[in-house]
Nanobody, 126 residues
Framework: VQQLVDSGGETVQPGESLRLSCVVVGDTITGYCMAWFRQVPGKEREAVASIFSRGGSIDYSDFVRGRFTIGQDASKTLFLQMNRLKPEDTAMYYC????????????????????WGRGTQVTVSS
């Protein structure tokens, strides 16, 4: 991975949906743990969802399980489909990657990830 380019954030109303994307620039052959984190000012960056790039091993934080879906499309772009958005989902969202050759849970803490996007702002407000 040379670069992660995340996008898709905008201002929406409660209950609406949004899809974030993260384009991986560089090597996509090597296995990677891919994840979405979010952060609000004054708080630590928290994990939202993670996935292993070669399939399987998807994890969600309790506060998004059932509403958000993480995945990769045919071009290896990482996405985060966010449904039934709530005001408390307002945050800067970052995609992250960590090289790893074996499958299994990718639910690492933020400091374990090697590559980061610049972030995309999601605001949920009426």
């Amino acid at each position: 991975v040379q670069q992660l380019v995340d996008s898709g954030g905008e201002t929406v109303q409660p209950g609406e949906s949004l899809r974030l994307s993260c384009v991986v620039v560089g090597d996509t052959i090597t296995g990677y743990c891919m994840a979405w984190f979010r952060q609000v000012p004054g708080k630590e960056r928290e994990a939202v969802a993670s996935i292993f790039s070669r399939g399987g091993s998807i994890d969600y934080s309790d506060f998004v399980r059932g509403r958000f879906t993480i995945g990769q499309d045919a071009s290896k772009t990482l996405f985060l489909q966010m449904n039934r958005l709530k005001p408390e989902d307002t945050a800067m969202y970052y995609c992250a990657a960590k090289a790893r050759s074996y499958s299994g849970s990718c639910a690492y803490k933020a400091s374990d990830f090697e590559h980061w996007g610049r972030g995309t702002q999601v605001t949920v407000s009426s």
